[in-house]
Each structure stands twice: as structure tokens, then as C-alpha cells.
């Protein structure tokens, strides 16, 4: 089937709802370069990247 036009859904294609936004954007991590100095940064980080990588 050949179309002469794209179907009207992609001539005027709607925003994202606010629900769907999180799939469009990649979470960030700042490692600062010493997070692993000690106990409390490890975790922070270990907990940063867990959050992140469920979303």
C-alpha cells in the first residue's frame, strides 16, 4: 500500500504527556571522581544508580 500523505497522526503529532516524559530523559550520575573515598559515598552512589536505573 503506497501513501501519498503520512496518516494525519503525524502531520500534527501531540506533546508527550507529563506520564511519559520519564521515558524521553536519561538519568545523570555525578561521580565527582572520589565518590568511593569511603563508606557513606559508596552507598549514596550505589543507592543514586539503583533510583537511576529504575526509572
Known amino acids: ?3 501519498s ?3 494525519s497522526n503525524l502531520e ?3 506533546p508527550l504527556s507529563s506520564d ?3 521515558l524521553t ?3 545523570t550520575i555525578d561521580l ?3 565518590v568511593f573515598e569511603d563508606e ?3 552507598k549514596n552512589t550505589v543507592d543514586e544508580v539503583k533510583d ?3 526509572k
Open 20 to 22: 511519559l516524559l520519564h
Open 32 to 34: 565527582e571522581g572520589r
Open 25 to 27: 530523559t536519561i538519568p
Open 52 to 54: 537511576a536505573a529504575e
Open 40 to 42: 557513606t559515598k559508596r
Open 12 to 14: 500534527n503529532p501531540k
Open 5 to 7: 500523505r503520512p496518516p
Open 1 to 3: 500500500m503506497h501513501l
